[in-house]
């Protein structure tokens, strides 16, 4: 009895810490509406007394519990058999694999953890040291961790592409505003790059022009390249040529300043991961070299003055 409600204070104390944790301002990344909300001079002629309105008749703990049960509702709707979340992934990770071939192969995963665990616990209960719950709870955290891994390494595929896809655009950019300098239209200037490039982006200009032949429209197909990609600085791409389409703006210069704008974002994250990074090493240094300096500066010192006593 005494241990069962030890293990719930237990729970409840770690339960309680966590929410405390995940609802600091550093772990959760401001909106855009957020940050440009102080930048704008608009008047909120709303009645407070509407924002104070609970959904549900908890009072403040609703307003307490439901950031965090709609941060579970969306991270659980990743591993929904039938997620438009998950479909939306694969294409950001250029994978031509539908949702349920995906969700086959994450079972496969923790199928093969749930037999490793297995085979290993069956060698430690043949040498005599068993646990029955230990090893429940290595069973289906190995299956569970072998199905979650296959996710995790999605989504580092997604972001080493979007680094690549980053990475091709100033060039690309800056290639197609020539081609559109020299006289060549928007599709043209997208076919010369699909014959000169190549990676990522390239691929996705040359899906583009697939689908321009096969019938849909420019800008539409350009804007299911950027619901696809969805990196801002595609977004501004496929609006600015979009607008200058429409306005009859020179569409060299707008190509030529997105291309520019991005170098400058690469320069930015840069200059942030560096600054990242020093902060970093601060640890070793105040925990490790600093220690060990005052150590070599003050032993020679205590070693005398034994000496003279």
Avoid at 1 to 9: D, I, K, P, Q, T
Avoid at 27 to 39: C, G, H, L, S
Avoid at 63 to 79: E, H, M, S
Avoid at 246 to 263: H, K, M, S, Y
């Amino acid at each position: 009895m005494e241990f069962a409600l030890a293990a719930l204070v237990g729970a409840c104390l770690g339960s309680g810490l966590w929410l405390i944790f995940v609802r600091l301002p550093i772990m959760r990344q401001p909106r855009f509406v957020e940050r440009i909300a102080p930048q704008l001079k608009s008047v909120d002629v709303s009645s407070r007394l509407l924002h104070a309105q609970t959904v549900t008749p908890f009072g403040p703990l609703e307003r307490i519990i439901r950031p965090v049960a709609r941060d579970a509702v969306t991270w659980l709707n990743r591993f929904s058999p039938a997620s438009s979340v998950l479909a939306r992934r694969l294409e950001q990770a250029g994978r031509s694999q539908s949702v349920l071939d995906f969700r086959a192969e994450q079972i496969i995963w923790g199928s093969i953890g749930l037999a490793a665990s297995t085979t290993i616990l069956l060698t430690l209960a043949a040498s005599g040291s068993f646990n029955v719950m230990l090893a429940i709870l290595i069973v289906f955290g190995s299956a569970a961790g072998g199905y979650l891994l296959r996710d995790y390494l999605l989504g580092a595929q997604i972001r080493k592409r979007e680094s690549r896809i980053l990475a091709e655009f100033p060039s690309l950019a800056e290639l197609m505003a020539l081609a559109v300098s020299a006289g060549e239209s928007a599709t043209g200037a997208l076919e010369r790059i699909c014959r000169t490039g190549h990676g990522e982006l390239t691929k996705e200009f040359a899906r583009v022009l697939a689908e321009t032949r096969a019938g849909t429209p420019l800008m539409q197909s350009l804007q299911n390249f950027s619901n696809r990609t969805q990196l801002a600085p595609l977004v501004r791409f496929v609006d600015g040529i979009s607008v200058a389409v429409e306005r009859g703006t020179p569409l060299a210069d707008v190509l030529r300043a997105q291309a520019q704008d991005v170098r400058d974002l690469s320069k930015r994250e840069l200059m942030e991961s560096a600054g990242r990074k020093e902060i970093a090493m601060m640890v070793p240094l105040v925990f490790g070299v600093l220690p060990l300096t005052v150590l070599f500066a003050v032993y020679p010192g205590i070693a005398l003055i034994n000496l003279g006593l």
